[in-house]
Antibody, heavy 126, light 112 residues
Framework: EVQLVESGGGLVKPGGSLRVSCTAS????????MSWVRQAPGKGLEWVGR??????????DYAAPVKGRFITSRDDSKNTLYLQMNSLKTEDTAIYYC?????????????????WGQGTLVTVSS | DIVMTQTPLSSPVTLGQPASISCRSS???????????FSWLQQRPGHPPRLLIY???NRFSGVPDRFSGSGAGTDFTLQISRVEAEDVGVYYC?????????FGQGTKVEIK
């Protein structure tokens, strides 16, 4: 069974930092391209950033509101995805989900947005 | 950024009746590889999103066949042939053709 389990959310003051994690099981994590998506309370979905597999370069892309402040990384030996969030703002308050992104490998196309974690709540408030 | 505009934003429907949601993108979603990376997601209350449709019209494994997707270029539609109680939730269109990936505002489907 595929599982994505986020952890590390919590309350942080504006300007502070926090790292959330996403531990995967049940699929070949090392091949997957992964994204972070967030959802502010009562609001819609917002894409945050993506990381490719290491075999595809491990490069990252970010949405403009978080670029330069957030960094996503992965440790394939631990099947874990990370999101380091720095210089946090009140508008970063949201549930943060990790999910699989679209990618191609030797077995073909893998549609994104198939597997999601339950999310971890990050609250930025003084 | 590509703007995704959904209509309607709210859709009260009668059980057993059809429902339709439209999504328009501000520019073509055809990727240089010839594919259109357009998806529909469902989010039930208190749950993470769930993939329904990918690449415009491909129903993901396990998704009931009452859900269907259509469209091309900049105009797309999700149809539910006969709404069931479990279909209540918010439906999002999204594109992953051009960075940044973007979502529609969401359409709330509720039972009349």
């Amino acid at each position: 069974e595929v599982q994505l389990v986020e952890s590390g959310g919590g309350l942080v003051k504006p300007g502070g930092s926090l790292r959330v994690s996403c531990t995967a099981s049940g699929f070949t994590f090392s091949k997957a391209w992964m994204s972070w998506v967030r959802q502010a309370p009562g609001k819609g979905l917002e894409w945050v950033g993506r990381i490719k597999s290491k075999s595809d370069g491990g490069t990252t892309d970010y949405a403009a509101p978080v670029k330069g402040r957030f960094i996503t990384s992965r440790d394939d030996s631990k099947n874990t995805l990370y999101l380091q969030m720095n210089s946090l703002k009140t508008e970063d308050t949201a549930i943060y989900y990790c999910t699989t992104d679209d990618y191609y490998d030797s077995s073909g196309y893998h549609p994104g947005w198939v597997y999601w974690g339950q999310g971890t709540l990050v609250t930025v408030s003084s | 950024d590509i703007v995704m505009t959904q209509t309607p934003l709210s859709s009260p429907v009668t059980l057993g009746q059809p429902a339709s949601i439209s999504c328009r993108s501000s520019q073509s979603l055809v990727h240089r590889d010839g594919n259109t990376y357009f998806s529909w997601l469902q989010q039930r209350p208190g749950h993470p999103p769930r993939l329904l449709i990918y690449k415009i019209s491909n129903r993901f494994s396990g998704v009931p066949d009452r859900f269907s997707g259509s469209g091309a270029g900049t105009d797309f539609t999700l149809q539910i042939s006969r709404v069931e109680a479990e279909d209540v939730g918010v439906y999002y269109c999204m594109q992953s053709t051009q960075f940044p990936w973007t979502f529609g505002q969401g359409t709330k489907v509720e039972i009349k």
